[in-house]
């Protein structure tokens, strides 16, 4: 069975198996990217004669019932790729004609179109259940808005804030990653169909028409850029992957520590917890340690496209070890986002501990603030109450009486208002996007 490339030789077995990898194993996810992309190219052979209206009639019937039953259709390894796979079954139903539909098409554009709409078709996702981890945790602070606790500063005990504040201090930072992944968004939505190889095609392809086919906004115009910037698309998705996936780690890493018996402010439910293999009493946070742990992965598939991507200019088969990258940091973020909206729920406060750990200690930067305003330069009050810390004997009492700041986003107003409106503007650029990329996808297919 011949691969797209082949013209006579067989490859040695070892070559074969060496250079295929594990792409029919990733590209058996790629199926209706690949349907999408072969409907829209035959749709722009039509219209400028290389397909007859009836030829391009039954590429849309049999690739439908392909986007239809996926699970009836896989890729050999014998085929190698997604392309091939979806080739010669066109040839095998259709004989001449699917054989037709190749013309004007490499496999380095193929490639990019499918990687395109699976990433942006991934990225919707993600900023969807971001923006539902994000109002888990809104929700969960706002019910504590008047918890107080300490705030820990190089992890030492600093000032007094709320839990309702630290709450929406990840809530928010939820948003930030939805912008970020706005922005890989926006790099993936280009349409590199038409480039082939990089150096365009003798024929006058209507790029901008199969562009809007596709659901893309744009056309990316230089051809050989295509090829040039895969390793750029795919750093900028794991890059906005790699912010989101550091303040989760930060996430975890409260959580971790809140839930020790030593800080006792929170607690993890059973049903989010593990048991010791030897030790009756544990009650483990594998689930937060494990989100911190894929935290840690990002910057290492980041590093990896970056340090593979600093090549020439033009397609280098290099480029074929970063789709699997791509494909775990895309399916771990999932994974970690899914934890993430659903841990607010899982966690019970302990309010007799929080108000124990909210000690006289806490209230010095107050103190010297109450000395300024009462007249006193900042400078000297701040040396005034140090002494007074270091004098104190026995251990710092638990206060009640504390009076938090209440200018926006500070720990007795985090902004949930503010948070509201992010969330109504992050939601509305989602389901527009989605929207728009399903109704492109379904006219494709009728």
């Not at 901008?208 to 040039?228: D, I, M, P």
Request: charged residues 25%; aromatic residues 6%; positive net charge.
């Amino acid at each position: 069975m011949k691969k797209l490339w082949q013209t006579r030789a067989d490859l040695d077995a070892a070559v074969e198996a060496y250079t295929v990898g594990a792409d029919p194993e990733l590209d058996s996810r790629l199926l209706r990217y690949e349907v999408y992309g072969s409907l829209a190219h035959a749709a722009g052979l039509t219209s400028i004669g290389v397909l007859t209206k009836k030829e391009y009639a039954a590429l849309r019937a049999e690739l439908t019932r392909l986007h239809d039953k996926p699970g009836a259709f896989a890729v050999t390894r014998a085929q190698e790729d997604i392309h091939t796979a979806v080739e010669q079954h066109l040839t095998r139903r259709l004989g001449e004609i699917g054989a037709k539909i190749h013309a004007g098409r490499s496999r380095n554009d193929q490639v990019q179109v499918n990687l395109r709409l699976h990433i942006k078709d991934r990225l919707l996702a993600l900023h969807a259940r971001a923006g539902e981890a994000a109002a888990a945790w809104a929700a969960f602070g706002a019910r504590r808005q008047n918890v107080v606790i300490p705030g820990y500063s190089h992890l030492q005990r600093a000032m007094p804030t709320t839990l309702g504040h630290w709450a929406a201090s990840h809530a928010e930072a939820l948003f930030d990653g939805r912008r970020a992944l706005r922005f890989a968004y926006d790099e993936a939505d280009s349409c590199p169909l038409g480039s082939a190889a990089g150096y365009g095609v003798m024929l006058p392809l209507p790029r901008a028409h199969v562009a809007r086919l596709l659901g893309f906004s744009r056309v990316q115009r230089n051809t050989l850029r295509v090829q040039s910037s895969r390793p750029r698309l795919e750093a900028a998705c794991l890059s906005a992957l790699c912010l989101l996936a550091r303040d989760l780690g930060v996430l975890a890493w409260d959580l971790s520590l809140y839930t020790t018996a030593e800080f006792g402010l929170l607690k993890l439910s059973d049903s989010f917890t593990t048991g010791s293999s030897i030790m009756p009493q544990k009650k483990n946070p594998d689930v937060v340690e494990l989100t911190r742990a894929r935290a840690a992965l990002f910057p290492g598939w980041l590093s990896q496209v970056l340090a593979v991507g600093a090549l020439p200019s033009g397609y280098h088969r290099d480029y074929q070890l970063t789709k699997g990258v791509l494909v775990s940091a895309l399916d771990a973020m999932a994974a970690m986002l899914d934890i993430a909206a659903r841990l607010p729920q899982s966690l019970r406060v302990d309010e007799a501990a929080c108000a124990a750990a909210v000690t006289e200690d806490l209230l010095a930067t107050h103190q010297a603030v109450a000395l300024v305003r009462a007249g006193t330069p900042f400078r000297d009050a701040y040396r005034a109450v140090a002494e007074r810390a270091r004098a104190r004997v026995g251990a710092p009492r638990p206060v009640t009486d504390v009076t938090l700041p209440d200018y926006p986003g500070a720990p007795a107003s985090p902004g949930w208002k503010e948070l509201a409106a992010d969330a109504r503007g992050e939601d509305s650029w989602g389901r527009g996007r989605r929207r728009a990329l399903e109704a492109a996808w379904r006219a494709l297919l009728l």
